[in-house]
Structures are given as structure tokens and as C-alpha cells.
């Protein structure tokens, strides 16, 4: 069987890296999509996380889709639920300062949805959930932590990295851990062997 081309519609390196690590080669496509807008149209609907999450991923699926429609088109999008409340990521560092605090001590939800097109149509999806509960860390631990990461806290959404120094935050960690980092790997890899892009 001849393997199809694979795209990642996303720029995250550590999903990236989460695919090549395990057998899988995509080409990585970022989808220039207006994130934002659709949260906004999705939330004045009193939309669902989950339906958010999901409607992030085939949007950036269906963009890189359209221009390359014989490849498989892995589309993937993360959001935080904290007390029904969607968190988006922060945009400086006294943002993350905030949004630590607010998480401090208390449990939320990673959904981290994935959507393939294939033939510029979706033919798989699936949504990963991991819930965290932060502990109640002091604030001189928060200064160093922030000091000690910086900028790099503005790339995720929770202002962690579970791969690295992130579990330093938390009491517990229940779910996927994979959604954790961003994409639901198994799921993902499951359906890739069902079309040769990865090895059964």
C-alpha cells in the first residue's frame, strides 16, 4: 500500500515532535485561521468546550485540506476549561502572573481535539481530556517560576509544560497525558497504521 502524504495543519512543535517520535513523518502545514473569531461566534452560542475544541481542529484541517487535497490533513486545537470557563492563552507575562493564580489550588480540564481530512473531507475525529488539579503553590514559587521560564510560560495555553518542569504545579493529573501535550497520540496513531502512515 502506497503511503499518502500526511500534514499537520498545526505549528506546534511538540505535536510534531510527538508524531515523529512515534513512527509518523507529517509535513507541517500551519493553518492561518482566525482562532479567536470562531471562539467568540462559538461562546456567544453558548457552545459546548468540547464543541469548541472540535470546531478549531477541522477548521484548521479543512484550510490545509482544501490546498492539498490527496494527503491526510491532521488538524488539532487545545482549550482550558476552569470553573465552565474558557482560558485562552496569555499574551504577557503579568497575564500568566494572573492566570497561575486563578488555577492555583483548584481542578481544570484540557479537551484536545484532532480531526483528519482525507479526500478534502473529514473522515476521522476524537477528543482527548486529562483533568489537573494545581496545588496551592506560594507566590514566592510562582515568582521563581515565572522568572525561570519567562516568555516560554506564552506558548501553552495553561502556562505549563507537563514534559518538562510542569508537574512541579500540580497534586494531581488524571486523563490522557498525551492531551496534556496537545494531541490525543493513541487515537491518532490508531487511525494513521489504518492507512499506512504508520507501521502496524
Not at 479567536?36 to 461562546?43: G, I, R, S, T, V
Not at 502572573?97 to 488555577?103: E, F
Not at 489550588?105 to 478534502?120: F, M, N, P
Not at 488539579?133 to 505549563?160: E, P, Q, W
Request: overall charge neutral; hydrophobic content about 45%; proline content about 4%.
Amino acid at each position: 500500500m502506497t503511503k499518502p502524504d500526511f500534514i499537520l495543519a498545526s505549528g506546534s512543535a511538540v505535536r510534531a515532535q510527538l508524531l515523529r517520535t512515534n513512527g509518523a513523518a507529517p509535513l507541517v502545514v500551519p493553518a492561518r485561521v482566525d482562532e479567536a473569531a470562531l471562539k467568540d461566534a462559538m461562546l456567544s452560542e453558548q457552545a459546548a468546550p468540547r464543541d469548541i475544541a472540535d470546531a478549531l481542529a477541522e477548521m484548521k484541517a479543512r484550510r490545509v485540506a482544501m490546498k492539498h487535497p490527496e494527503a491526510l490533513v491532521l488538524g488539532a486545537d487545545q482549550v482550558l476549561v476552569h470553573n465552565k470557563t474558557l482560558i485562552d492563552k496569555p499574551t504577557t507575562l503579568d497575564e500568566a502572573r494572573a492566570q497561575l493564580k486563578t488555577l492555583r489550588g483548584s481542578a481544570h480540564e484540557l479537551l484536545s481535539a484532532a480531526v483528519i481530512y482525507e479526500g478534502a473531507r473529514p473522515v476521522w475525529r476524537h477528543i482527548g481530556r486529562a483533568q489537573l488539579i494545581m496545588r496551592d503553590f506560594s507566590d514566592s514559587f510562582l515568582d521563581a517560576y515565572i522568572a525561570r521560564h519567562g516568555n516560554g510560560l506564552l506558548a501553552t495555553v495553561g502556562c505549563y509544560k507537563l514534559e518538562e518542569d510542569g508537574p512541579t504545579l500540580f497534586s494531581r493529573v488524571q486523563g490522557d497525558y498525551f492531551s496534556v501535550l496537545g494531541l490525543p497520540l493513541l487515537e491518532v496513531l490508531q487511525f494513521l497504521r489504518t492507512r499506512g502512515v504508520v507501521a502496524t
